[in-house]
Structure formats: C-alpha cells, structure tokens
C-alpha cells in the first residue's frame, strides 16, 4: 500500500493566532466572480512569522543568509520526529537519549501538540528548547529542527537560543503541528517562499514514512 504524505503545517486563516506585534493576518478579496468580475482575486498581509514558518539565519544573526538562500538539500531529505516528554522545555540531557548524533533534520514534537495551538489565542506558556540544548545540536551540526509552536525559544527571552542555532547555519522550521506523528524516521519536504532579502517565510511540510517505503 502505497504511505500517504502527512501535512504538519498549519492553515493560515483570517485573524488567526499570530506573535504579539506581529502583524495580523489580513485575507482580503481584490477580485469576486460574484460581484461581477472575471475572476476571484485575493490579497494577504501577514507577518514572515505566522503559521507554519522557517527562520532563516538573517531572523538573528546580521548580514546572514536570507530565506531565499535555503539549499533544496537542507529542505529535503531524512529526518526524526522526536517525542519530548518534558511538560516545560526540550533539555540537552533529554536529546543525548534520543540516539540523534548522526540525524540532519529533527523535529520536536511536544505537548504543545495536544491542542489545535493555532486556534487559540497567544500562551506565553509553551514548550520550548533551552539554551543548553541549542548548543547541543550545534555540536552535533545537525543542519535543521523543528518545533511545534511559533517559536523555537522562550518568551521574551528566546534571542540567545536562536543566535546559537542560527549563528551554526541551523535552519529553524516553527509553528508545526503534530499530534498524531509517530516517533520515527521520515523523509521531510519544506519549502519556504523565495523571497530575496527575508528573514522567514511562509513554509508548507510534508512527511512520508521511511519504513513503509521499505516494506
């Protein structure tokens, strides 16, 4: 039997949840077939950040690299889905159980994923990968990790977290969902916008199972 794709990102809706200060998501008709026009037309405005969205090194770090600079080999391939058991935050020594040395692409699935997160209004509250476990990662040059909430750090006082990350040529995909993704390996496919000079983009991800291929 043939593994469907499963869709971790998120849709993008009108006035949904999006970063305090952020922008507000804005989906607004141009053009109506029922109103009389030719074709139905619409505009968004939105923050890079909303949603299901990658960080580019630029986000943190100046004069990096845009989003535009994402390499097809970082944005497709093998990756594991982790699951973090921790009710607060990612640790370092939770991650050196999780046989990740040789891993390029991980994602955290946590409890964040319980909950139709993008639905709800903002939780300053939510699971998050400490300090020491960015750092972590970076001495295991994995090339990118994922996280199911809109960002990868703490509220307020996530910069560190990013810059070890960024500043290592990480590449950060947030605002997952993951709920019912097993633990595993998968093949993962994100690709964000091209979008010459951006810190971040809009980005849809698809997983497919390693092992069904193999059966």
């Known amino acids: 039997m043939e593994q469907k794709f499963i869709d971790i990102s998120v849709p993008v809706t009108h006035g949904m949840l999006h970063w305090p200060g952020d922008p507000e998501v804005d989906i607004y008709k141009v053009g109506s077939?029922?109103?009389?026009?030719?074709?139905?037309?619409?505009?968004?405005n939105f923050g890079l950040h909303t949603g299901t969205h990658m960080d580019a090194p630029l986000h943190f770090i100046e004069g990096a690299d845009d989003i535009a600079s994402a390499a097809p080999e970082i944005l497709i391939g093998k990756c594991k889905v982790i699951h973090i058991q921790h009710p607060e935050f990612i640790t370092a020594g939770e991650l050196k159980k999780k046989n990740i040395e040789n891993v390029e692409r991980i994602l955290f699935r946590t409890g964040n994923s319980e909950r139709e997160w993008f639905k709800e209004e903002f939780r300053e509250k939510y699971i998050y990968l400490k300090e020491d476990a960015a750092e972590y990662l970076a001495s295991l040059k994995v090339q990118l990790i994922g996280i199911d909430y809109l960002s990868?750090?703490?509220f307020k006082k996530g910069k560190k977290t990013h810059q070890v990350l960024?500043?290592?040529?990480?590449w950060i995909i947030e605002?997952?969902?993951?709920?019912?993704?097993?633990?595993?390996d998968y093949e993962m496919y994100a690709l964000p916008l091209k979008i010459s000079g951006a810190d971040g983009s809009p980005v849809r991800v698809f997983l497919k199972s390693v092992k069904s291929d193999q059966e």
């Not at 960024?166 to 990480?170: Q, V």
């Open 33 to 44: 077939i029922k109103k009389g026009d030719s074709a139905n037309i619409s505009g968004i």
């Open 152 to 154: 990868i750090g703490e």
């Open 175 to 184: 605002g997952l969902y993951m709920k019912d993704v097993p633990e595993g």
């Open 166 to 170: 960024l500043g290592n040529n990480i």
